[in-house]
């Protein structure tokens, strides 16, 4: 059965659908030889399919998971990294990492801390990630400096990044230390390093940043204890259905361990 390229090497957790789509660009994948083009359908059971010289031995779909891990510093929000460096799956276990296509949704920059979804529904990560897509996304952030209300209105009020201005945000004064402040923000939209990117423009420099959310997907709740640093939890059929709502998709019904 025929179906789009981006979708299946997505599902085979090469790389987010988005990511996949990429490298198509790219000219990193091949069909049977031949340059990949977007929108292209393949049959996996028939065709051969090739990233970076690399053939891909597709598998049968995996049930599908949904994991909430606790981000440590130092772990890049990838697959795979060039350079390198540790990526978020090697904190799950050898029976999650390989063979399943669990893959992380959306990213943390390196230096950064807290909640990340991790799943192998590669349609759920593309609907989340696209640029029209609202999840909001809670941060503590720790800044050098004591930013003034007028600043912090000016930030949740949206600043100029690249000509087009940042969406409303909810930005607000947590505490005060003698030389740094720590702010609350929640995101409705999630560019590159934005929250940093944002803060350097003001004058008021990041020094730690840490996402508490995704959503109503938090890192301690009524129901689950707090998720230590490293760790992973299977989300909540609670939270699989909210995530399922933000994409307007019919809920999912999982096994959960």
């Known amino acids: 059965m025929e179906e789009r390229l981006q ?3 997505a599902q085979q957790g090469i ?3 988005r990511q996949v789509e ?5 000219s990193r994948v091949r069909v049977n030889g031949i340059l990949a083009y977007l929108g292209q359908k393949v049959d996996p059971q028939q065709d051969k399919i090739s990233v970076d010289g690399i053939l891909v031995v597709t598998k049968q779909r995996s049930s599908l998971m949904y994991l909430l891990l606790h981000k440590p510093a130092g772990f890049v929000s990838t697959c795979h990294d060039p350079q ?3 990526t978020v799956l090697d904190l799950l276990p050898s029976e999650l990492r390989e063979g399943l296509g669990i893959h992380p949704v959306g990213r943390l920059d390196v230096d950064s801390t807290g909640a990340l979804i991790l799943t192998n529904d590669g349609e759920l990560t593309y609907r ?3 640029p029209s897509h609202s999840i909001s996304k809670s941060y503590r952030v720790i800044v050098q400096g004591h930013p003034p209300a007028a600043v912090l209105q000016r930030w949740s009020q949206g600043v100029i990044l690249e000509g087009k201005i940042t969406r409303p945000a909810q ?4 505490k005060s230390y003698i030389d740094q402040s720590c702010l609350e923000i929640v995101l409705q939209e999630g560019r590159n390093r934005q929250i940093r990117r944002v803060a350097e423009q003001l004058g008021y420099p990041v020094i730690k940043l840490h996402r ?3 959503g109503s997907i938090q890192l301690k709740t ?5 998720l230590p640093v490293g760790e992973y939890r299977h989300l909540t059929q609670d939270e699989i259905i909210f995530l399922s709502k933000q994409v307007s998709r019919t809920p999912i019904k999982t096994k959960l361990s």
Do not use: D
Request: zero cysteines.
């Open 22 to 26: 990429e490298m198509i660009r790219q």
């Open 222 to 226: 009524a129901v689950t204890p707090f």
């Open 212 to 214: 508490t959310a995704i």
């Open 84 to 86: 390198g460096r540790p």
């Open 15 to 17: 790389a987010s659908r």
């Open 171 to 174: 930005v607000s004064l947590i």
């Open 128 to 130: 989340l990630t696209h």
């Open 7 to 9: 979708k299946i090497l």
